[in-house]
């Protein structure tokens, strides 16, 4: 068995050297951007087992919506193509899986899964404030 073997679920939704080969770019532009944050103890091998952790954890789905991600995007995106048609294109990856932080990036290693979208609207928030946000939100437009 593999170190970062994919659940059966997972597996028949996504290729395991696929998702192997975003796991290892994810811990390591997450790494990169910690240790400039000053987390110094940061490191691949920690980063890659909590990710993989989180997917495990997953089932699959956007941790803060309960949404179905679309894993066959994996990989999929193309800076050019993105340039070249903006929000059309962008609108596409929205259930992309992606890779958020359960703190600031300066303590050890926790993530949540979630699409890009969610994670892209959540940004540097902390879950209650993003979840104050979408109460605002959900206030105002009711």
């Not at 970062?4 to 395991?16: F, G, H, K, P, R």
């Amino acid at each position: 068995m593999r170190k970062y073997q994919l659940n059966e679920a997972l597996s028949l939704l996504v290729n395991q050297a696929t998702y192997e080969r975003w796991l290892h770019r994810k811990a390591m532009a997450h790494v990169k951007r910690d240790r400039a944050r000053g987390n110094v103890d940061a490191t691949n091998q920690e980063y890659k087992l909590a990710i993989h952790r989180a997917v495990c954890e997953s089932d699959g789905k956007d941790a803060y919506t309960n949404e179905n991600l679309d894993w066959s995007l994996l990989s999929q995106y193309d800076n050019e193509q993105s340039q070249e048609h903006g929000r059309r294109y962008k609108k596409k990856f929205a259930l992309l899986p992606s890779v958020d932080h359960v703190g600031d990036g300066t303590g050890a290693a926790d993530f949540k899964i979630c699409a890009w979208r969610t994670n892209d609207a959540k940004n540097d928030m902390s879950l209650d404030e993003f979840i104050e946000l979408c109460r605002k939100v959900v206030a105002h437009n009711s």
